[in-house]
Nanobody, 128 residues
Framework: QVQLKESGGGLVQAGESLRLACAAP????????MGWFRQAPGKEREFVAA????????KYTDSVKGRFTISRDNAKNTAYLQMNSLKPEDTAVYYC?????????????????????WGQGSQLTVSS
């Protein structure tokens, strides 16, 4: 079964930065839109950010706009989530996901049901 491999989680203080990475097999990555979701304790999984297959378009949930940046490196088959000015409320398990149904003109999607492949999750803890 295809696996997405996440890395980069950890414990940081409020105001600091961290970058998550998500690696996928090339045959998957080049035809997929990529997304990041998170799940805090006692809460449902929520959309964080997404980037289209082409890489030209991105979407963010309002609470991270201006602080988080999603990107992709097609040469490395890796998607990234750069997180700056972290807040305690960003504490969660972060999941990357791949939507392999996208065509080159597809916009990024915020709907978790559109993503077929998921990473194992990476814990981010932000202390105040």
């Amino acid at each position: 079964q295809v696996q997405l491999k996440e890395s980069g989680g950890g414990l940081v203080q409020a105001g600091e930065s961290l970058r998550l990475a998500c690696a996928a097999p090339g045959r998957v990555f080049t035809r997929a839109g990529m997304g990041w979701f998170r799940q805090a304790p006692g809460k449902e999984r929520e959309f964080v950010a997404a980037i289209s297959r082409s890489g030209r378009n991105t979407k963010y949930t309002d609470s991270v706009k201006g602080r988080f940046t999603i990107s992709r490196d097609n040469a490395k088959n890796t998607a990234y989530l750069q997180m700056n000015s972290l807040k305690p409320e960003d504490t969660a398990v972060y999941y990357c996901a791949a939507d392999t149904s996208q065509i080159l003109t597809s916009p990024p999607t915020t709907d978790s049901t559109s993503y077929e492949l998921w990473g194992q999750g990476s814990q981010l803890t932000v202390s105040s």
